[in-house]
């Protein structure tokens, strides 16, 4: 599985943004997808989750209300929507696909086989 993550970019606090998965994998809808983000001199953290059906969701506290993680099997693609950005959220994200859905470790990164490369989102104040 290759992921390839985009659509990061430079906003203003408050603003919405729109971060794609897209992956090479006529397997993908087998596989677990989640992103995570990771500032500079901070370790990598979980942010969101969607599982193979999209029906099961899931996100970090911070940003639970704000980021809607979805996927279209169709086009092997998971987005993850973010509204409402604040400064915190300033990072490089990165998409994560897992062979499975671990419920009590799905926010650890060594849960996941397959990453992509990182997209930055800079959040101007």
């Known amino acids: 599985v290759q992921l390839q993550a985009s659509g990061g970019g430079l906003v203003q606090a408050g603003d919405s943004l729109r971060l794609s998965c897209a992956a090479s994998?006529?397997?993908?809808?087998?596989?677990?997808i989640g992103w995570f983000r990771q500032a500079p001199g901070k370790e990598r953290e979980f942010v969101a989750l969607?599982?193979?059906?999209?029906?099961?969701?899931l996100y970090r506290d911070s940003v639970k209300g704000r980021f809607t993680i979805s996927r279209d099997n169709g086009k092997n693609t998971v987005y993850l929507q973010m509204d409402n950005v604040k400064p915190e959220d300033a990072a490089v994200y990165y998409c994560?696909?897992?062979?499975?859905?671990?419920?009590?470790?799905?926010?650890?990164?060594?849960?996941?086989?397959?990453w992509g490369q990182g997209t930055l989102v800079t959040v101007s104040s």
């Open positions: 994560a696909a897992g062979a499975r859905y671990y419920s009590n470790d799905y926010q650890s990164p060594q849960r996941y086989d397959y």
């Open positions: 994998t006529l397997t993908f809808t087998t596989y677990v």
């Open positions: 969607i599982t193979w059906t999209g029906i099961k969701a």
